[in-house]
C-alpha cells in the first residue's frame, strides 16, 4: 500500500509561485487576544461607557452653571478610570507576551509532499495545492480533497456536533477544523489562509467552550447589584429631592454613581486572572483561557486517562505467551515484527512491538487500521505465495472471538502466566473464508487462530503521587478512565501506591447495560473505569456535569477529547494529538504532571486575591450606600463628593487592591466566598459609617463646628478606620507579606493626616489638598477624631476576627 508514493507534490518553483500570489495558509488563528484587542476591550468597556457617561452628565451642569468644581470632579473621576483601565491593559498585555512564547512550543509541524518526498513544515507554510499527510490524531488544517484513504475517518464534530465519524474516499472533502480519528490518508490543499472553512467560521468551528467559572458567577452578581443598588439610591434621590437640580445634588448624584460602578473590582479581578496566567507559562504550562487556572480551584472530581497520563507513554515488550505450538517463538516474534514493520499505523504500541525482525518477503495489501471504538486492527498481507490476515487487538476483546479450544487454551496461558497486571494484545491469524471487507465489519464471523499473547508494560510518571495526594487532602475525587483492562489500571494504581479494591472497577461493557440510575450512582462512586470507548467517557462526564459536579478531565489522545471538550476543565499533555491540545483548556508542556500543584495554589491564590480586593472594594461600596440612605432619610451630614471618593478609590482601594494582586501568598482554598465577602463588608461598612456619624455627633455637642468642619471629621474618621479595614483584610499569621501592607497603610495613614492637619497654602501639597477638597482639620478635633478612629479601628478588627471564626465552622 505504498501508492501514495506516486504522488510528487509541488516543486519548489511551483510553492514561490504561490506564496508570491498570496496562496499561503497564512491567517490570524490565535485564541490569545492581540494586542489591539486587549486595548479595545480595556478602553470601551461598559464600565467606561458608564463613568464617561457621568463625566458628561457632570460637564453639562458646569457649562450651565459654570462652577469650576464641576471640571475638577469631572477629572477626578477620569483620573480613576484611566488608572484602573491603564493598569489592566499592562497586566495582561505581560501575560499575553509570556503566554505568547510558551505557545510556540506547541506548533505541530505537518508532513506535506514536495520535489517528491515527505517534508515536514509549519502550518502557515503550506500553499494551495500542497498535499498533505494525515495520520490518526492529526487535525485537518486546510480545506481539500482526499487523494489517498487507508481507511481515513474523520470526525466533524467539533464543525457539525455530530459525534459518528465519517469514512473519506479518494475525492472526498475534507474541511479545517475536522480531524482524523482513525487510518492515515493525503489530501491536496485546495482553499487555505482566509479561505478556509476553519478561518471563515473559527469560533464556531472549534466551539471553544467559554463557561464562566464559580468565581466570575459570583463577581457577575455582585456587579449586577451594585448596578441595581445606584439606580435604586439615584431614583431615591430624584423622587425625594426637593431643591431642584443644583450643584450639591449634581455632585452628590455623580458621587453615588461612580462610588458604585465596580469598575475597578472586575477590572482587577481581570488583572489577577492575568497575573496566574503570566505566572504559570513561567512555570511550564499554556492556559488557553484566561479563566482556567482559577476554575481548577473549584474542581470537585478529577477524571484522567491512564496511558500518557498516569504513565509516560514509554511502552515495552514485558512478556510473549506463545499459544500456538506449531510455530517457533522466534517465528512468532518474526511474524510481530512483519506486522508492525508493514502497518502504517504507527502508534506507541506499534512502535513498542516493533522491536523483532520483519520476514523480508511479506508485503501490505490492505489494511483496517487501529481505532479506539474497535480496539483491534487488520492486516491483509502476502508473501507471494498466498494471502494472510494478522489481526493484533486488546486481549479481552478479541478472546470473545476465539471459539472452542482455542479461547480455552488462551484464557488458560492467561492465567497462568500471572500477566493480568499488563497491558495485553492478542496476536492472531484471521482464517474465516470471508472477503476483507467484511472481516471489517462482521467481527462475530470471523474465525481467529490465536498465535500469542503480547503483554506490554508502561513506565510511571515519578511526579504522579504528588498531584494524586493533593487531590485527596483537598476532597477532589479522582477518577482514572481508561481503554485498557481492569487489572493493568489496577496495577498501575497500586505501583504508584494509591491502593484500588476490586469493588472499586467498572467496566465500559457494565456500564453500558445499566439503566441511568445506576449508572450515575456507580460513576459517583467507582474509582476505575476499564475498557472504555470515547462514547462511554463523555457519557460518565455529562453524568458528573448534570449533577452539578465541577469536573475536570485530562487526557492526551484523541479517544479524551470529547470527554476533555465536555469538562469544566480540560487539561492535556504536550506529548498529546494535536487536536486534543487545541481544544484543551491548559496543556502541560513535557507532560509535567508536578504543575498540577501549582496550578491547584495559584487557583486558590486567584479566588483568595478577587476575595480580598472585593472586600476592599465593596465596604467602599456599601458605606457609600449606607452613608446616602442615611442622608436620605434621617437628613444626616453626606461628606463624600465626587473627588474625595476618587482620593479613597485611589488610595485607600486601587492601589492597596494592586498590591495584593502582585504579592496575595494564600494558597488556602476557600469556602462560603459570597459569605465571607457579604458578612465582611456589611459589617466593616456599619462600622466605619458609624463611628463616622458618632465622631459628627460629639463635636457637635462638645465644640463649635462649621459645616466644613463636620465633613472632613467625618471623612478622616472613616479613611482612618478604612485603613483598619484595609489591616483586617491583609494582615495574616506569618504571612512574609505583613511588612509591606502594614507598611504602605501607615504611609498612606501619615500622609494624609499631615495633609488634613497641615495649613500649607503653597507647592504641590496645597494643589493635592485643594484638588481632593482636604481641609484644614483644627487641631483641637483631633483629639475626638483620633479616640474615635482607634476605638472603631480596633472594633472593626476584632468583630471581623469574631465573625471569621465564626464562618469557620461551617
Known amino acids: 500500500m505504498e501508492s501514495y508514493l ?9 510553492v514561490e509561485s504561490r506564496i508570491s500570489s498570496g496562496q499561503v495558509n497564512s491567517y490570524d488563528k490565535h485564541k490569545s487576544k492581540t494586542i489591539s484587542e486587549i486595548f479595545i476591550e480595556n478602553i470601551f468597556s461598559v464600565f467606561n461607557f458608564v463613568i464617561l457617561s457621568i463625566i458628561l452628565f457632570v460637564l453639562y451642569f458646569y457649562f450651565t452653571t459654570d462652577d469650576f468644581r464641576l471640571i475638577l470632579d469631572s477629572i477626578g473621576i477620569m483620573f480613576i478610570a484611566v488608572l484602573n483601565t491603564s493598569i489592566a491593559i499592562v497586566q495582561e498585555i505581560k501575560a499575553k507576551r509570556a503566554l505568547d512564547k510558551v505557545k510556540l512550543l506547541l506548533i505541530k509541524e505537518v508532513c506535506v509532499i514536495r520535489n517528491g518526498k515527505e517534508e515536514k513544515i509549519n502550518p502557515s507554510q503550506v500553499v494551495k495545492d500542497d498535499i498533505i499527510k494525515v495520520q490518526r490524531g492529526d487535525q485537518i488544517i486546510v480545506d481539500g480533497k482526499v487523494l489517498y484513504s487507508n481507511h481515513l475517518e474523520i470526525d466533524e464534530s467539533l464543525l457539525t456536533g455530530e459525534s459518528n465519524p465519517i469514512h473519506k474516499n479518494e475525492n472526498d472533502e475534507v474541511l479545517s477544523g475536522s480531524f482524523c480519528l482513525s487510518g492515515n490518508g493525503f489530501y491536496k490543499a485546495e482553499k487555505v489562509g482566509n479561505d478556509s472553512f476553519a478561518a471563515q467560521i473559527t469560533s464556531q468551528a472549534k466551539k471553544y467552550k467559554f463557561v464562566l467559572t464559580p468565581l466570575q458567577k459570583r463577581i457577575d452578581m455582585i ?11 439615584v431614583g431615591l434621590e430624584i423622587f425625594l429631592n426637593k431643591n431642584g437640580l443644583n450643584v450639591d445634588f449634581v455632585r452628590k448624584i455623580s458621587t453615588i454613581l461612580i462610588s458604585l460602578v465596580p469598575q475597578g473590582l472586575v477590572l482587577m479581578a481581570s488583572v489577577t486572572f492575568a497575573i496566574g496566567v503570566y505566572r504559570i507559562s513561567k512555570l511550564g ?32 515488550v514485558k512478556e510473549i505467551t506463545v499459544l500456538n505450538k506449531e510455530y517457533s517463538r522466534n517465528k512468532i516474534e518474526n511474524m510481530i515484527g512483519t506486522y508492525a514493520h508493514l502497518t502504517s499505523d504507527k502508534n506507541a504500541t506499534i512502535e513498542a512491538i516493533n522491536i523483532y525482525p520483519p520476514i523480508g518477503n511479506y508485503v501490505l495489501k490492505d489494511e483496517f487500521p487501529f481505532s479506539s471504538d474497535r480496539k483491534l486492527s487488520m492486516l491483509k498481507t502476502s508473501d507471494g505465495i498466498k494471502k494472510i490476515t494478522f489481526i493484533l487487538g486488546a486481549y479481552d476483546v478479541l478472546i470473545e472471538l476465539l471459539k472452542g479450544s482455542g479461547k480455552t487454551e488462551a484464557s488458560q496461558a492467561f492465567d497462568a502466566g500471572n500477566i493480568s497486571v499488563y497491558r495485553n494484545l492478542l496476536f492472531g491469524k484471521v482464517v474465516s473464508d470471508i472477503s476483507f471487507e467484511d472481516k471489517k465489519v462482521k467481527f462475530d464471523e470471523i474465525e481467529i487462530e490465536p498465535l500469542c499473547i503480547i503483554s506490554i508494560n508502561d513506565k510511571i510518571r515519578d511526579d504522579v503521587l504528588d498531584a494524586i495526594k493533593l487531590f485527596e487532602n483537598n476532597d477532589i475525587k479522582i477518577k482514572i478512565l481508561s481503554g485498557d483492562s481492569a487489572k493493568a489500571i489496577q496495577e498501575v494504581s497500586n505501583e504508584i501506591g494509591w491502593m484500588i479494591g476490586d469493588t472499586e472497577m467498572v467496566s465500559g461493557n457494565e456500564l453500558e447495560k445499566m439503566p441511568d440510575d445506576e449508572f450515575l450512582k456507580t460513576v459517583t462512586d467507582k474509582k476505575i473505569f476499564a475498557r472504555l470507548k470515547p462514547e462511554h467517557k463523555l457519557r460518565i462526564i455529562r453524568a458528573l456535569r448534570k449533577e452539578k459536579i465541577y469536573t475536570a478531565m485530562i487526557g492526551d489522545g484523541v479517544n479524551d477529547l470529547p470527554a476533555i471538550k465536555e469538562a469544566d476543565l480540560g487539561i492535556a499533555m504536550e506529548e498529546g494529538s494535536s487536536i486534543t491540545k487545541e481544544i484543551a483548556d491548559i496543556v502541560l508542556l513535557k507532560n509535567k504532571f508536578s504543575l498540577m500543584p501549582s496550578i491547584f495554589d495559584e487557583g486558590n491564590k486567584i479566588v483568595n486575591t478577587v476575595k480580598s480586593v472585593a472586600k476592599l472594594f465593596l465596604t467602599k461600596n456599601f458605606f457609600v450606600i449606607y452613608i446616602s440612605l442615611m442622608s436620605l432619610f434621617f437628613l444626616l451630614d453626606f461628606p463624600l463628593t465626587p473627588r474625595r471618593v476618587s482620593l479613597i478609590n485611589l488610595f485607600g482601594i486601587g492601589l492597596p487592591a494592586f498590591i495584593i494582586t502582585l504579592k496575595n501568598m494564600n494558597v488556602e482554598k476557600t469556602k462560603n466566598f459570597l459569605a465571607d465577602v457579604m458578612s465582611f463588608v456589611l459589617l466593616s461598612a456599619l462600622i466605619i459609617v458609624s463611628a463616622g456619624y458618632l465622631g459628627v455627633y460629639f463635636a457637635k455637642m462638645f465644640y463649635n463646628v462649621s459645616e466644613m468642619d463636620i465633613q472632613m471629621i467625618m471623612l478622616t474618621i472613616i479613611i482612618i478606620t478604612n485603613i483598619a479595614n484595609y489591616f483586617s483584610i491583609v494582615l495574616k499569621k506569618n504571612d512574609e507579606n505583613n511588612m509591606l501592607y502594614l507598611g504602605y497603610g501607615l504611609l498612606i495613614l501619615f500622609l494624609y493626616i499631615f495633609l488634613a492637619a497641615s495649613s500649607f497654602d503653597t507647592g504641590i501639597l496645597n494643589y493635592i489638598k485643594l484638588f481632593y477638597e482636604i481641609n484644614y482639620v483644627n487641631p483641637v478635633l483631633w483629639q475626638l477624631i483620633l479616640t474615635i478612629s482607634v476605638i472603631s479601628s480596633a472594633l472593626l478588627i476584632f468583630l471581623q476576627k469574631v465573625r471569621e471564626r465564626f464562618l469557620n465552622k461551617f
Open 6 to 14: 506516486k504522488f510528487k507534490g509541488l516543486n519548489s518553483e511551483e
Open 285 to 316: 504550562a499554556i492556559i488557553q483561557k484566561l479563566n482556567a487556572i482559577e476554575s481548577f480551584s473549584n474542581v470537585q472530581v478529577v477524571c484522567m486517562d491512564k496511558t500518557g497520563t498516569l504513565t509516560q507513554n514509554k511502552l515495552n
Open 223 to 233: 456587579v449586577k447589584l451594585l448596578f441595581l443598588s445606584a439606580l435604586v439610591l
